[in-house]
């Protein structure tokens, strides 16, 4: 059965700190896709990062970056140099190849204080 | 482009009575997703409607249904609603059903059910 979990339920920063938010998966499949989204306070979910499993590149976008190591089935988030307005709930998520089933984790919410 | 819009944004019902909560798509994209958010969690996948069918179904009960029109804006219904129906809802829509298509959520309908 598929499985995405987030073992922080909550993480507190001072800004300027680095951050890295934790993502464990469970799946049979041996293609699927990974997914990082932000919510912010209003509820929108904003994708963040989509990751296919046999690209096992780390990813670099600005501040964020990304490690998808298959061997523990994991998917981390690190923010570097948090900024206020990275405080939001942060979700993982996996997905089969034909996209029709979708699990989430339960979702990090992390504050960056000023 | 227009994105994801839901309506209505809040709701409130009384249990055993019913709801339906519409989604239009972002412009161009044919399948819509529906997710039911409980406070404090993830996003659970309810169904996914591609080109007015029903192309995946998650865990919930038969009394969550779904339509996608012409114009692939979509409608989910919940009849006799009871007081853990009590989420936001929140549709995503794509260009397309693969994993690979990246979603685009709405801003959710938060629905109180007394």
């Known amino acids: 059965a598929q499985k995405v979990t987030q073992a922080q339920t909550e993480i507190s920063v001072v800004e300027k700190e680095d951050v890295t938010l934790d993502c464990v998966y469970e799946?049979?499949?041996?293609?699927?896709?990974l997914f990082w989204y932000k919510q912010p306070p209003s509820g929108e979910l904003v994708f963040l990062i989509r990751?296919?499993?046999?690209?096992?590149q780390n990813e670099i976008s600005g501040r964020y970056s990304w490690n998808f190591q298959k061997s523990t089935s994991s998917f981390n988030f690190t923010i570097t140099a948090s900024q206020v307005v990275d405080s939001a709930v942060y979700f993982c998520a996996l997905s089969d190849f034909t996209g029709n089933q979708f699990y989430f984790g339960t979702g990090t919410s992390l504050t960056v204080i000023p | 482009e227009t994105g994801v819009t839901q309506s209505p944004t809040h709701l409130i019902k009384t249990r055993g009575q019913q709801v339906t909560l519409r989604c239009s798509s972002q412009s161009g994209h044919n399948t819509v997703s529906w997710y039911q958010q409980a406070l404090g969690q993830g996003p659970q996948f309810i169904f996914q409607y591609y080109r007015e069918e029903e192309n995946g179904r998650g865990n919930f009960p038969p009394r969550f249904s779904g339509l996608q029109f012409p114009n692939y804006s979509s409608e989910l219904n919940v009849n006799a609603l009871e007081l853990d129906d009590s989420a936001l809802y929140l549709c995503?829509?794509?260009?397309?059903?693969?994993?690979?298509?990246?979603?685009?959520f709405g801003p959710g309908t938060r629905l109180t059910v007394l």
């Open positions: 799946t049979r499949d041996t293609t699927y896709y």
């Open positions: 990751r296919n499993s046999f690209d096992e």
């Open positions: 995503a829509s794509s260009d397309g059903t693969e994993s690979y298509n990246e979603q685009f």
